[in-house]
């Protein structure tokens, strides 16, 4: 397997804790986004959609999407379970791992593409000509604020964010404050529940991935 990659796309990093957390081995190969060569001929082959990740199998099969990744590599390696184990723990982890990616990556996603000069002409990912919106910018600034009321809201009821047991959800929860907290949007100093878990989190060794 080969996994294409940008060091500093979240959605990258999604995957990149997720193989952490199951302690596989999987060779990297870099996508350089801010360059545009995810939207070239070579990486277009592997994924049409130019976007990063992209999991390569040995046979040459691309899969692409984090979750869809990840749930290929959780039916391959089983233990640690990260997805839930009954049917109603899957259900919950991927409920909850979509609402953190849709409130919290989405937004900030958002506001990163709609600011950063380099992205003026690429504002949507996985395409060129599309210019930026400033405007959106504080869009996405209200979605962050909103996603940031609602997680505190979950961890006030539950230990981790899909239950009682550290999932994809946490995953992808993290890896939004990570992306927020570049954009001087860290986790509110009042969501005590939020910071107590992410301090935690951050603590897992997979995190260093």
Request: charged share 25%; net charge negative.
């Amino acid at each position: 397997m080969k996994l294409y990659d940008f060091a500093m796309a979240p959605n990258s990093r999604r995957v990149r804790i997720f193989i952490a957390e199951k302690n596989i081995k999987v060779p990297v190969e870099q996508v350089d986004l801010l360059s545009g060569e995810n939207l070239e001929e070579k990486y277009r082959k592997k994924n049409q959609f130019c976007l990063v990740p992209t999991l390569e199998l040995d046979d040459g099969t691309c899969i692409d999407e984090a979750p869809a990744i990840c749930s290929y590599l959780e039916s391959c390696y089983p233990e640690p379970r990260l997805l839930g184990t009954t049917p109603l723990e899957i259900a919950h982890v991927q409920s909850w791992d979509r609402h953190m990616e849709n409130q919290g990556l989405a937004c900030v996603g958002e506001m990163f593409r709609n600011g950063f000069a380099g992205f003026k002409n690429r504002s949507l990912p996985g395409r060129d000509g599309d210019k930026a919106i400033p405007d959106l910018i504080e869009r996405g600034r209200r979605g962050v604020e909103f996603f940031y009321e609602h997680l505190e809201s979950r961890l006030q009821q539950s230990k981790y964010i899909a239950g009682d047991t550290y999932s994809l959800a946490d995953i992808t929860a993290f890896c939004a404050i990570e992306f927020a907290t570049t954009l001087r949007m860290p986790t509110p100093e009042g969501n005590t529940k939020s910071r107590s878990w992410y301090d935690s989190v951050a603590q897992r060794p997979a995190t260093k991935a």
